[in-house]
T-cell receptor, first 113, second 108 residues
Framework: DADVTQTPRNRITKTGKRIMLECSQTKGHDRMYWYRQDPGLGLRLIYY???????NKGEISDGYSVSRQAQAKFSLSLESAIPNQTALYFC????????????FGEGSRLTVL | GQSLEQPSEVTAVEGAIVQINCTYQTSGFYGLSWYQQHDGGAPTFLSY????GLEETGRFSSFLSRSDSYGYLLLQELQMKDSASYFC?????????FGTGTRLLVSP
C-alpha cells in the first residue's frame, strides 16, 4: 500500500460544482502539502499544514480551501470549480524540517468542464 | 519571493553524462532539492544540498554554490529509464518552491 494515498485519482466535473480531494498518509509525518501541477509551470503550492491546528496559504490559494481532519488526513476543496482549475493535484508529506524531502501521493487528475 | 530557472529540455544518448542547471533567486534559502518525475507518475526525491559542494548518490550527483545561487544535477552513465522530468526546488522558510522542470530525453 502507498504511504501517501489520494482519492479520487481521476475526476471530471462541471463548472460550479464543489469538489473535495482527499489525502491520507501512513508515514506519521506532521507536515502535509497540496500542490498543483500544470504543463510548463511545475508544481505550485496551494496550502500546507504543519499540524492539525496549523493551516497556511501557499502561492495560489485563491479558489481553494483545506481541512486537516487529523494528523494523517488533509483534504483540498474547490468550493465552486472553474475550468482553469483543471490540473493534476499532488498531496505530499514531510518529516523533519531540514531534509528538503517530500513524499508525494500518486496525484489526482481533475478536469472541470 | 522565490524564482527558479532551469532549461526546459535536454537531450542525450545512452551512456552519456548530462548536467541540468538551476539558478534561483530567493529571499530566504535553506537548501536545494532535486526531484525526478516520470510521465504519469509522482515526483520522487533525488537529493538535497544545504551546503556548498557536491553530493554523490550512485549515478546521480548534485552540486550547490550558495554564493552564485546556482546548482546542478549531474547524471552519469545515462540509461533509457532516466528519461523523465527533473525539478529543482528551493527550501525556504517553511516550504519548498519548485522550478518549472527540465525534460530529459535519452535516446539509444
Amino acid at each position: 500500500d502507498a504511504d501517501v494515498t489520494q482519492t479520487p485519482r481521476n475526476r471530471i466535473t462541471k463548472t460550479g460544482k464543489r469538489i473535495m480531494l482527499e489525502c491520507s498518509q501512513t508515514k506519521g509525518h506532521d507536515r502535509m502539502y497540496w500542490y498543483r501541477q500544470d504543463p510548463g509551470l511545475g508544481l505550485r503550492l496551494i496550502y500546507y499544514s504543519f499540524d492539525v491546528k496549523d493551516i497556511n496559504k501557499g502561492e495560489i490559494s485563491d479558489g481553494y480551501s483545506v481541512s486537516r481532519q487529523a494528523q494523517a488526513k488533509f483534504s483540498l476543496s474547490l468550493e465552486s470549480a472553474i475550468p482553469n482549475q483543471t490540473a493534476l493535484y499532488f498531496c505530499a508529506t514531510s518529516g523533519a524540517a531540514g531534509t528538503g524531502e517530500l513524499f508525494f501521493g500518486e496525484g489526482s487528475r481533475l478536469t472541470v468542464l | 519571493g522565490q524564482s527558479l530557472e532551469q532549461p526546459s529540455e535536454v537531450t542525450a544518448v545512452e551512456g552519456a553524462i548530462v548536467q541540468i542547471n538551476c539558478t534561483y533567486q530567493t529571499s530566504g534559502f535553506y537548501g536545494l532539492s532535486w526531484y525526478q518525475q516520470h510521465d504519469g507518475g509522482a515526483p520522487t526525491f533525488l537529493s538535497y544540498n544545504a551546503l556548498d559542494g557536491l553530493e554523490e548518490t550512485g549515478r546521480f550527483s548534485s552540486f550547490l554554490s550558495r554564493s552564485d545561487s546556482y546548482g546542478y544535477l549531474l547524471l552519469q552513465e545515462l540509461q533509457m529509464k532516466d528519461s523523465a522530468s527533473y525539478f529543482c526546488a528551493v527550501r525556504g522558510f517553511q516550504k519548498l518552491v519548485f522550478g518549472t522542470g527540465t525534460r530529459l530525453l535519452v535516446s539509444p
